[in-house]
């Protein structure tokens, strides 16, 4: 909704994030801020895909603040306010995974999922307390959270190691934070909406992995991040036959710029 250019934008201020497990008391959230809404073994040939046609709104009163929340959270960076694909449902049918995807932008995700902590102007409440109060998460039908599902990858090479990401400074989310291995958002593209050809892009871009070699990335699980109201995220793991090294020398293309750098871990050696 456009402000009035003669009414001054709101100031915002952000709460520090509060004890999780207290605030959602119902998830039973034991360490990890997750709450768990799938896990097992995947492939691509074991999902189905829908879409529901109408695009997400915000709640009115975010909207109502959106120009300066954005302005706020942004902090000047750039952004593409791209269409992404909200996980409406995610069930398992007789060994089937089946997703239903709603449209959302970019932009809906800065004002709900990623402002949580954020003090709605005028009020002692923050944005969590007006969409995502607990002590359960709404189910991902219900919630008022823009929800687009993220995917993340953790890539274990020959020589047993875990490639590691430390994010570029420029990112809205998670700047020059250490990361997963390859991770993104999955953008709509109607009718073909894949989370694992997504986690295959992704993987190509940030570590320059072919198709080819990224062809048994597998899914093993789904899970709503609480820092972020339920924000969910679908979470993959590839076992390569490249040693860390070889991945490490690999030029990226990285269109987005979203890659700070690249290093290995070791990882614990089996007991025998």
């Given amino acids: 909704m456009p402000q009035n250019p003669e009414t001054p934008s709101p100031e915002f201020i952000k709460k520090t994030q509060p004890d999780l497990r207290e605030i959602y008391a ?20 074991n999902c189905s895909f829908n879409a529901v046609d109408e695009q997400f709104r915000t709640a009115p009163e975010i909207e109502q603040i959106r120009p300066g929340l954005i302005e706020f959270q942004t902090k000047g960076k750039n952004y593409r306010d791209d269409p992404k694909s909200r996980l409406v449902g995610v069930h398992d049918e007789n060994g089937k995974l089946n997703f239903t995807f709603q449209c959302v932008n970019y932009s809906d995700y800065i004002v709900t999922n990623m402002s949580m902590e954020v003090v709605f102007p005028g009020s002692n409440k923050t944005i969590r307390e007006i969409l995502e109060p607990g002590p359960n998460l709404n189910s991902l039908a219900e919630s008022k959270c823009s929800n687009h599902l993220g995917v993340s990858c953790l890539v274990i090479t020959a020589d047993n190691k875990l490639i ?17 291995s390859a991770s993104g958002a999955m953008d709509w593209k109607e009718p073909n909406i894949n989370p694992f050809e997504v986690m295959q892009s992704e993987l190509f871009e940030e570590l320059g992995l072919t198709n080819e070699e990224t062809l048994y990335v597998e899914g093993i699980a789904i899970a709503r991040e609480l820092a972020r109201g339920g924000k969910p995220e679908m979470f993959f793991i590839l076992q390569t036959d490249l040693t860390s090294a070889e991945i490490l020398s690999r030029v990226a293309q990285d269109p987005d710029k979203e890659v700070g750098s690249l290093f290995a871990i070791d990882l614990p050696q089996e007991s025998s």
């Fill in 164 to 180: 590691m990401q430390r994010a570029s400074s420029q990112k809205v989310t998670g700047a020059s934070q250490i990361t997963s």
């Fill in 26 to 45: 119902k998830e039973k959230i034991e360490t990890v801020p997750y709450v768990t809404i799938w896990e097992g073994s995947k492939l691509e040939i």
